[in-house]
């Protein structure tokens, strides 16, 4: 059995160009389907956030149109609901790699907001990257990869393949031409190959430790990789 750190967005809101703060936080089923994947695989769970504050779903997530339905709605909020760790979040400064055997990143637009710009959530991904143990990130949770820079100022992952939410599903959403910046220029700008697949659908890229997933609907696929990293 191994042990799984998910670090999560502590944020609610996500800060747009104008100034406006539009409600948000991890996205449901990026946290869930990973959960089910490797809980009913034997593993162990455990969830960091900056200052351990109470993770937050975003509402979006929650409802049938954001799950294919409501069944999958319902099953959604089920695994959340048994999701005990997330009720109990350790802080972000006080986790040590050590302790665990892998790392999972969800996203949502919180992570826009916050591990963007998160430090000590950085220095745990360069760790998390030279260590070999598998890292997994999904969507948003890219943005993490921002803070992950060296001495020198350079990005961590730069040279390497990754996949994120992307330029034209964010202008699917509508929310491309509010934004302040989007994830896939900044990404790119660090020096990080991203790999685009079609809109909506499941994209997954593995190169070496890093494993990533574009979007919501990659999220059992990022999973099945990790579980394979992991056995």
């Not at 944020?11 to 959960?35: F, I, K, R, S």
């Not at 937050?56 to 999958?72: F, I, K, P, V, Y």
């Not at 892998?102 to 907001?113: I, L, S």
């Amino acid at each position: 059995m191994s042990k799984i750190l998910f670090v999560l967005t502590g944020a609610t809101h996500w800060t747009l160009a104008d100034g406006t703060e539009h409600p948000t936080g991890y996205w449901a089923e990026e946290v869930a389907v990973p959960y089910l994947a490797l809980t009913g695989a034997g593993h162990e769970v455990a969830v960091a956030t900056p200052g351990g504050v109470l993770p937050t779903a975003d509402r979006g997530s929650l409802g049938a149109d954001a799950n294919g339905g409501q069944e999958n709605a319902d099953k959604v909020a089920a695994a959340l609901d048994a999701f005990t760790e997330l009720k109990n979040p350790l802080a972000l400064a006080d986790v040590d790699l050590a302790d665990f055997d892998a790392v999972y990143y969800p996203g949502g637009h919180g992570p826009m907001e916050d591990l963007a710009v998160d430090a000590t959530s950085g220095r745990l991904l360069v760790a998390a990257l030279a260590s070999g143990k598998p890292l997994a990130v999904v969507c948003h949770g890219s943005a993490a990869l921002l803070a992950a820079t060296l001495t020198d100022g350079t990005n961590a992952f730069a040279g390497y393949r990754a996949t994120a939410f992307t330029n034209t599903e964010e202008t699917l959403a509508g929310l491309a031409e509010r934004a302040k910046w989007l994830l896939q220029d900044r990404l790119t700008a660090a020096g990080i190959d991203v790999q685009e697949g079609r809109p909506w659908e499941s994209h997954v890229v593995v190169d070496r430790n890093l494993i990533t997933g574009q979007n919501p609907g990659s999220s059992a696929d990022t999973a099945a990789a990790l579980l394979a990293q992991l056995a």
